[in-house]
Antibody, heavy 114, light 107 residues
C-alpha cells in the first residue's frame, strides 16, 4: 500500500522559514518524480514544486520561485520542501504527491501569521 | 508558463443530469492532462489520466476527451456521490498547473 506521510507544518511568523518532510513507502520511491501541491483554506489546488527521480529536473510555481527549495533523499525514501521568507499567502495544506500516479498524502498544515 | 482555464467555476445539476467541464490550455500539451475529484477534507482522487483513459475503479459514467489545448470531462449521469469539486492538471511541462476547479452542487 502506498503511503505518503507529511510532517513539519505548523504556525510560523511572516518572514521565517519552515521545512516540510514527506516519508514515502509502498512503492519504489526512486523510480518516480515527486511533487508538492498546496491548497489554501477554501481555495483550489495549486502545484508548488516538482523534482525528477534523480533530482536532475526541478520546477517551481512562480509564486514560490526563489523562496522554496525542493529536494529528495532516495536512500531515505524522503521528499523535502524548504520554505523561506514565508508570507501570509503561503498559508495552506501542503500535500506530498505524485499526481500522475495518483499518490497523495493527507497533507500538513502551514499557517503563516504573526 | 502554461495556463489552464477551467469552466465553469461552479454548476448546479440534478441526479441523472449529464455534466460537462472544460479545460483549455494556453499552449499545446498533447494529452498530458488528468482530471481529479476532491471532496471536502479529502485528498484529490484521479478520475482520468492521459486526457481520456479511465482510472481503474472509477465508474464508467466518467469520461475524458481532448488533446492539444481543449479537454473535456463528462459525467454521463450524475450520481449523489459525484457532488464534489473537479480539477484538471497539466503535467506537460514545469510549472505544472491545475485548473481553477469546478464545484458541482445539487440543484
Amino acid at each position: 500500500e502506498v503511503q505518503l506521510v507529511e510532517s513539519g507544518g505548523g504556525l510560523v511568523q511572516p518572514g521565517r522559514s519552515l521545512r516540510l518532510s514527506c516519508a514515502a513507502s509502498g512503492f519504489t520511491f526512486d523510480d518516480y518524480a515527486m511533487h508538492w501541491v498546496r491548497q489554501a483554506p477554501g481555495k483550489g489546488l495549486e502545484w508548488v514544486s516538482g523534482i525528477s527521480w534523480n533530482s536532475g529536473s526541478i520546477g517551481y510555481a512562480d509564486s514560490v520561485k526563489g523562496r522554496f527549495t525542493i529536494s529528495r533523499d532516495n536512500a531515505k525514501n524522503s521528499l523535502y520542501l524548504q520554505m523561506n521568507s514565508l508570507r501570509a499567502e503561503d498559508t495552506a495544506l501542503y500535500y506530498c504527491a505524485n499526481p500522475v500516479r495518483d499518490y497523495w498524502g493527507q497533507g500538513t498544515l502551514v499557517t503563516v501569521s504573526s | 508558463d502554461i495556463q489552464m482555464t477551467q469552466s465553469p467555476s461552479s454548476l448546479s445539476a440534478s441526479v441523472g443530469d449529464r455534466v460537462t467541464i472544460t479545460c483549455r490550455a494556453s499552449q499545446g500539451i498533447r494529452n498530458d492532462l488528468g482530471w481529479y475529484q476532491q471532496k471536502p477534507g479529502k485528498a484529490p482522487k484521479r478520475l482520468i489520466y492521459a486526457a481520456s483513459s479511465l482510472q481503474s475503479g472509477v465508474p464508467s459514467r466518467f469520461s475524458g476527451s481532448g488533446s492539444g489545448t481543449e479537454f473535456t470531462l463528462t459525467i454521463s449521469s450524475l450520481q449523489p456521490e459525484d457532488f464534489a469539486t473537479y480539477y484538471c492538471l497539466q503535467h506537460n511541462s514545469y510549472p505544472q498547473t491545475f485548473g481553477q476547479g469546478t464545484k458541482v452542487e445539487i440543484k
